[in-house]
């Protein structure tokens, strides 16, 4: 944490961010749908991870400023148009850790 004064930068960033947990169901395994929400998240400007979870889930956890993360979970809500997303169960998290990236996990 960076400290100029007696303001701790560290702990407003860390306070402005905001964090959704995801849960997307549909038809979104071998269609690209991990790839495509690393795009979307590198032009959005938010950090985070995705993953497969099952055969016709993907997990992902996505970090940034609020409405970038509203933005993100309305394009991944409608997906790539070569996939079908049925539900997108959504959680809000306190984040526990800075990510650096948005990365596609195994």
């Known amino acids: ?3 100029i004064g007696r303001i701790n930068f560290g702990s407003i960033i860390f306070n402005m961010l905001k964090q959704a947990h995801l849960y997307i169901k549909g038809d979104v395994i071998g269609v690209g749908f991990r790839a495509w929400t690393k795009i979307q998240a590198k032009i959005i400007g938010v950090t985070g991870w995705v993953r497969n979870v099952d055969d016709d889930w993907v ?3 996505i970090q940034g400023e609020e409405e970038k993360v509203k933005q993100i979970i309305e394009l991944i809500k409608k997906g790539p148009p070569v996939s079908h ?3 997108v169960q959504i959680f809000s998290q306190e984040p526990k850790e ?3 990236l948005f990365e596609i996990r195994k």
């Open 1 to 3: 944490m960076v400290w």
């Open 59 to 61: 997990e992902a956890s």
């Open 85 to 87: 997303v049925l539900d």
């Open 98 to 100: 800075i990510f650096d």
